[in-house]
């Protein structure tokens, strides 16, 4: 049985392949958080330069740039749901996400249908 540490650890390389491979782009930094039921996700500098200036042109960018976002994941759903539920063992109940046009952020939720198991880590 894996720590939740080694969890964290592996639900971020995969969700840094699926930005690459998927996306066309991975994040600059990348942290997650098993959070009871929750798998929280936070993906730092996940814009292309195209889409910084995009964003910044003006509101109907941003919009736009979210819309073409959320449609992407929405996409790569099936993979996403199945890739976490294959590290924690865990089926995924749904999948919430949002992008920041400013900072270049983006957080991914995913509900879990309950608690996975680990093994508790000393040093945390």
């Excluded at 865990?90 to 400013?102: C, F, Q």
């Amino acid at each position: 049985m894996k720590t939740r540490g080694e969890l964290e650890a592996k639900i971020c390389r995969m969700i840094v392949q699926f930005e690459k491979e998927y996306m066309g782009r991975g994040p600059v930094e990348t942290k997650c958080f098993l959070l009871e039921d929750l798998v929280l996700v936070r993906l730092k500098g996940v814009l292309t330069p195209a889409e910084i200036r995009l964003a910044a042109s003006q509101e109907r960018g941003r919009y736009l740039l979210k819309q073409v976002r959320q449609q992407l994941l929405d996409f790569g759903r099936p993979l996403l749901e199945s890739a976490v539920e294959d590290i924690l063992g865990v089926p995924v109940v749904s999948i919430h996400t949002d992008i920041s046009t400013k900072t270049g952020e983006r957080v991914i939720v995913f509900t879990l249908a309950e608690k996975p198991k680990y093994k508790e880590s000393s040093n945390r």
